[in-house]
């Protein structure tokens, strides 16, 4: 049962005339006691206990004993238990003697004042109790040979003040009173805060009658009120409660807020939206600070107690959601609010911002990544696209360099075949008429024999050129490699209305090479020129070929009369894909380059000044053996 | 029909062989052949008064070849023409015939198809040529008349009666008459379906 207040003054006393002289107790551990005035079954004084072990320091110095003694006057209000008591202490404290008194309590003052404690007489005392009265505390604290030091500190006005700032419509403010010492003192200084918040609010007192009563009447409060529960230690008939006890029944039946004003803990039970509830452990505090001033020889009247602090706002998070006062600007910011249910975002905030950030981070690399992947992927796509569209361009140019050969092929060999059945059928035919003479026989032999060899030869000359890739590098006589060529094209040349000319070095000029790579870089050179030459006047088709030796460097150049080489392709000419005609794929002049660069030589095309293009290859020549 | 001593073939080849051998070939049937190396030197030859064919080598794809060709066919409208190719294909061929020959050969091409070929050209060569006579006689006796006679010919062989012709012209009848006499004389005929098919020879309407 805890018959503590929640209003504390505390009074440092101190004994001025004692902290000078300490007879011949140099060596003697010193003493303090802390009086309690009620018993050790109180919470609020293990926790003012706790409070002032906290900030108490032992002297390194001389070490102080600290003792706490439970005096238990306040119910037991009688004369000889306090007399026994009194003897007791005096008796135990005989040798040691007290080095500093602590006093707690209610009624603690007018205990000591009446007590002879002999000990006390040279003691410094700092004095713990709600109930002085700061005219009180200086008349009765000089009674005991001491200096009172008080703090004054009325906080019913504030507390008011903010019960009416949180309901300002709730005008009625219903102040519920027990009967108890401590409930009516209570009451007898609630008048003055309760007229200075007058002005906006109403305050009914509700004492002086049985807990029943009171609650039935809290029960029928009006709605536009509020119930502030200030102390209730016993009610008219003499029955013991605590104030927060009286404050969860209260809260349990009313319809409207109830507040605590006194009381020396919180209610746990609910329904209590707030209160202004005193802070023991920091009572605690405050005067282990004293004591380590005043045993550290500080003067008595610098010490101040730090009271806005002792006591602290408490309000139940849960209540204050039922009545939409959450969000109120009028809680204090320093608030202690109890219960409060986290919502998940707000208990794990940090864990969920982590995680939502690793989540975007990994959503982020995920879209690159794949975003990366699919652009290579394209850009793989793409090469492969190039690689096969490349491959198709070649296996289409050789297709048309087939299909062009087989068709020439066939033309070539039709020729003699025609006049090789020609002959023998006219042979049979003349026999067969009996006009054939043996001239004439004999003629049309020698013409079989002679287009079978001219058939036979076009199907060499193609086999020597479809096997060229395992050929040798041998001697090869230039002007006789030209002369071979355009006899193999001589047929197409002429049949594109062509004249020829050449121009023809007269000794035999030999160089180191593959014959059938470079008879295909002059098939391709005339082909060039004929097809340049295709829209030409038929008069004007010319094609001059020339042979120069320029120290030992040979020169093979071939001059049509075409149009000559666009300027645009002119300098590309050489390379792959780049085409002066539409028949080809632009293969033919890429190649012969690669040829005439793996022989060591030079391959060039030009504008003539005079008209026409001129392609041109020059090689190291071997000498003449 | 072989051996036909009016008639000529001409071929026209660049590959010397091939000359060489179909004319040797058409020798034993009995043609005598003229043989060229190129087009041109046959647009040179001024005129064939016999029948005959020209056996025509040429590059279907080249354009100054077809031109050629052309004016081989409009110059010797009595000579039929056969392609003879070394490479030939189907749309070839068509495009061949479209462009008046009278037939398409492959090379190496088989004597029996080669004769055939050329004695059925021949055979057409006559045929025009006569036709060409026939022509010639009848537009020679057309010129013989008169204008007037020649405007009463046109309504004779539309079937117009005398009296109509004379009221069209505005004249006589009796001076139709008279004119459709010398008509008859002058042309030779006896009845007017006479009229009527050298007329039409004639090219009159």
């Known amino acids: ?625 | 029909m072989s051996g036909m001593p009016e008639s000529r073939v001409f071929i026209v080849d660049d590959d010397m062989s091939v000359r060489r051998g179909l004319s040797l070939l058409l020798n034993s049937a009995g043609y005598i052949v003229e043989a060229l190396d190129n087009i041109i030197d046959l647009l040179h030859i001024e005129d064939i008064n016999i029948p005959g064919c020209i056996l025509l080598d040429i590059f279907m794809g080249e354009e100054s070849g077809l031109e050629l060709q052309d004016a081989v066919r409009n110059k010797f409208k009595n000579i039929p023409i056969i392609f003879i190719t070394g490479h030939g294909n189907i749309p070839m061929s068509v495009q061949a015939l479209k462009k008046g020959a009278i037939n398409f050969l492959q090379k190496p091409v088989d004597d029996k198809d080669l004769l055939e070929a050329v004695e059925e050209a021949i055979k057409r060569s006559i045929i025009l040529f006569n036709n060409q006579i026939e022509t010639d006689k009848c537009k020679g006796l057309i010129d013989s008349l008169t204008p007037r006679e020649l405007e009463v010919l046109r309504y004779v062989i539309r079937g117009k009666l005398n009296k109509q012709i004379a009221s069209e012209l505005n004249i006589a009848e009796h001076t139709v008459k008279l004119h459709r006499g010398r008509i008859t004389e002058k042309l030779g005929v006896k009845s007017v379906p006479e009229m009527m098919y050298i007329a039409e020879k004639s090219n009159i309407e």
């Open chain 1, 1 to 625: 049962m805890y018959r503590f207040g929640i209003k504390i003054l505390i009074i440092v006393l101190l004994l001025l005339s004692i902290s000078s002289e300490v007879p011949a107790q140099e060596n003697k551990a010193r003493t303090c006691v802390i009086f309690f005035s009620y018993s050790a079954s109180m919470v609020a004084y293990q926790n003012m206990l706790d409070g002032f072990n906290e900030s108490f320091i032992q002297p390194l110095d001389k070490p102080i004993s600290i003792v706490s003694e439970y005096l238990d006057i306040g119910r037991t209000n009688n004369e000889a238990y306090g007399r026994s008591i009194v003897e007791m202490y005096n008796q135990k404290y005989k040798e040691s003697g007290i080095d500093l008194v602590i006093a707690v309590g209610p009624g603690i003052l007018p205990f000591l004042k009446k007590a002879d404690l002999k000990m006390l007489k040279n003691s410094p005392l700092i004095l713990v109790d709600i109930f002085i009265s700061p005219a009180d505390s200086v008349t009765n604290a000089s009674q005991v040979n001491g200096m009172p030091v008080y703090l004054k500190y009325n906080y019913f006005t504030k507390s008011f003040k903010k019960i009416c700032d949180l309901f300002p419509d709730r005008r009625s403010v219903y102040c519920v009173n027990g009967n108890g010492i401590l409930d009516n003192y209570y009451f007898s200084i609630l008048k003055d805060s309760q007229q200075k918040n007058s002005g906006t609010h109403k305050f009914i007192n509700i004492n002086g009658l049985s807990i029943d009563s009171t609650l039935s009447t809290i029960a029928d409060l009006p709605e536009e009120s509020v119930v502030v529960v200030v102390s209730y230690s016993e009610d008219i008939n003499g029955l013991a409660f605590t104030t927060p006890e009286v404050a969860n029944l209260i809260a349990r039946i009313s319809k409207v807020p109830v507040f605590i004003l006194g009381g020396d803990s919180f209610p746990k039970d609910g329904g209590v939206i707030g209160g202004y509830v005193i802070s023991y452990n920091n009572v605690g505090k405050e005067f282990g600070k004293a004591a380590n001033q005043i045993l550290r020889g500080a003067d008595p009247k610098s010490i101040m107690a730090d009271l806005p602090g002792l006591y602290q706002y408490i309000f139940d998070w849960r209540e204050l959601k039922r009545w939409n006062l959450l969000d109120s600007k009028t809680i204090p910011s320093q608030s202690t609010i109890l219960y409060q249910e986290h919502s998940f975002f707000y208990e794990y905030k940090w864990y969920i911002l982590g995680l939502a950030l690793f989540m975007v981070t990994q959503t982020l690399i995920i879209i690159y990544l794949v975003r990366a992947h699919k652009i290579q992927k394209k850009v793989k796509q793409q090469i492969l696209e190039n690689q096969t569209m490349y491959n198709k361009i070649v296996r289409e140019d050789r297709l048309s360099k087939m299909t062009v050969l087989t068709a020439s092929l066939s033309h070539e060999l039709n020729q003699p075949l025609t006049a090789i059945l020609s002959c023998a059928q006219a042979g049979i035919r003349f026999l067969d008429s009996e006009k054939l003479d043996r001239e004439q026989a004999k003629e049309i032999f020698e013409n079989i024999i002679e287009d079978d060899k001219r058939a036979g030869g076009i199907i060499s000359g193609v086999r020597a050129m479809m096997k060229f890739e395992n050929r040798e590098m041998e001697n090869v006589t230039v002007n006789t490699l030209v002369n071979e060529t355009l006899n193999i094209m001589r047929n197409e040349i002429s049949r594109h209305g062509i004249t020829i000319k050449t121009n023809l070095e007269n000794n035999p000029i030999i160089v180191f090479a593959d014959k059938i790579q470079l008879q295909q870089v002059l098939l391709n050179f005339l082909r060039n020129s004929i097809d340049a030459m295709e829209k030409n006047d038929p008069d004007d088709k010319k094609i001059e070929v020339s042979m120069k030796l320029d120290r030992d460097l040979v020169t093979v150049s071939i001059h049509d009369s075409g149009p000559g080489i666009d300027k645009s392709i002119l300098k590309r000419i050489f390379e792959p894909f780049v085409t002066t005609g539409k028949t080809g794929f632009g293969i033919g002049l890429a190649v012969s380059r690669t040829i005439i660069e793996n022989h060591h030589g030079e391959i060039w095309a030009e504008n003539i000044p005079d008209g026409g293009a001129e392609f041109s290859f020059r090689l190291n020549t071997i000498k003449n053996e």
